[in-house]
């Protein structure tokens, strides 16, 4: 069995959608759900879907090993589901290819520190983008610069807001995030 921890801030839809996805798989399943923030969504998502789950703050992130411990004994794969803050160098070295984010933009567009969430789909619209769309990639030291996995693209009209593309980003997720970790699990074995 392949064991899954997932890293969220927020809201957690990609998070229950990959908890449900592999709720019946006999390969994959998903351990825990972390946020560094105790009052997110996602830690309720989780209770609720009945996977065990807790938070941090930036002090034991970044300097103890209380993340690093639980990834270690729970993890083989972490899944940043909207998950805001920089992983330690700590992390990214003990889990190679092994840290996969999902990002809503075509990287290397509108990537980078201060580039999530509808900050992106403003600055897609305000540029009149003809595209836009979803990355999956491994994560490195730098944000949003660990090679890609998975891009798919979507069309952005002259008309659209940015919660337009917002919407259409968040169907893309929907359907392809959990396949695409599916697809990389299966594929390294082991
Ligand atoms: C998702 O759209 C994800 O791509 C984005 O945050 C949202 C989280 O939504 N991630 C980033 O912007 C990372 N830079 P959710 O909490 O409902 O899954």
Redesign the pocket.
């Known amino acids: 069995m392949k064991r899954i921890v997932i890293l ?8 229950e959608n990959i908890i449900k996805y592999f709720e019946n798989s006999s390969i994959i399943s998903v351990t825990y759900v972390l946020s560094n923030k105790k009052e997110a969504k ?1 830690l309720k998502k989780a209770t609720r879907l009945g996977v065990a789950n807790g938070y941090f703050d930036k002090n034991s992130f970044r300097n103890t090993n209380n993340v690093f411990t639980i990834l270690k004994e729970r993890a083989d794969y972490i899944i940043l ?4 803050w920089k992983i330690p160098l700590k992390i990214i070295e003990a889990f190679p290819n092994k840290i996969i ?4 933009a075509l990287l290397p567009k509108y990537g980078g520190k201060g ?3 509808m900050h ?1 789909h403003d600055a897609v619209v305000k540029n009149r983008e003809k595209k836009s769309g ?1 990355t999956i990639h491994y994560v490195n030291e730098n944000y ?1 610069e660990g090679a890609i996995i998975f891009q798919k693209s979507v069309e952005v009209l002259v008309c659209d807001t940015a919660q337009n593309v917002a919407n259409k ?2 169907v893309l ?1 929907q359907e392809n995030f959990p396949k695409v970790i599916e697809k990389v699990i299966l594929k390294n074995g082991e």
């Open positions: 969220a801030s927020g809201t957690g839809t990609n998070a996602v589901a909207g998950f805001l984010n999902i990002h809503p580039m999530y969430g992106i979803i949003d980003i968040h997720e």
